[in-house]
């Protein structure tokens, strides 16, 4: 199978189903943005940060390419078996997040990211996980499973600012708080 067909030359793509859409569809830039969520999580792996981390952010990534599977499909009866997101995977996040802040200080301010470059790419993976449940949000009508992507898409905005919170405390290098000028 080539990677080129062609087909989207004229500005359309089609849905698992046969439904072919504008590549300005709601769903397209919703599954888009979780693509490139999906890419930034991969960098954040590639960095010297824990082993567990690494694991747990390639089991992000697969579910993220089950929200994107889940959105990018337009039929009632499909011929292959789809994955679901599920409550559990949501109660995952949250147990990572209590787990990492028993070792945080609890925070009282906004804070600025940076400080290492780890840090940086996990504040900007939470700002682009922010951006893809929006993108979700804008799809208009009910399909299925789009309540549980949402939920998910907010549950891993704050996982990723916890994470962010971690490698600071990890690389030991200091949270900025942010204090207004005015």
């Known amino acids: 199978m080539k990677i080129y067909t062609r087909t989207g030359d004229s500005g359309t793509t ?4 046969g439904k072919r859409v504008l590549k300005t569809h709601p769903r397209i830039e919703a599954y888009g943005t979780i693509d490139e969520l999906i890419s930034y999580i991969g960098l954040l792996r ?3 940060i824990s082993n567990s981390d690494i694991t747990f952010l390639l089991k992000i990534q697969d579910r993220l390419m089950t929200c994107a599977s ?3 499909t337009d039929c009632e009866d499909c011929d292959r078996d789809l994955p679901e997101i599920k409550e559990g995977d949501i109660k995952k996040l949250e147990q990572e997040i209590d787990k990492m802040e028993k070792e945080l ?3 009282k301010s906004f804070i600025l990211p940076g ?3 780890e840090v940086s790419f996990c504040h900007i993976a939470r700002s682009v996980c922010r951006r893809s449940e929006r993108d979700v949000l804008k799809i208009p009508g009910q399909m299925y499973g789009i309540k549980i992507i949402e939920k998910y898409l907010n549950r891993l905005s704050d996982y990723l600012f916890v994470l962010a919170r971690k490698l600071v405390y990890d690389f030991n290098v200091k949270e900025i708080k942010w204090k207004s000028e005015f």
């Open 14 to 17: 089609s849905l698992i189903g």
């Open 46 to 48: 590639s960095f010297n």
């Open 70 to 72: 889940i959105l990018a």
């Open 105 to 107: 200080k609890p925070l």
């Open 115 to 117: 400080g290492q470059m």
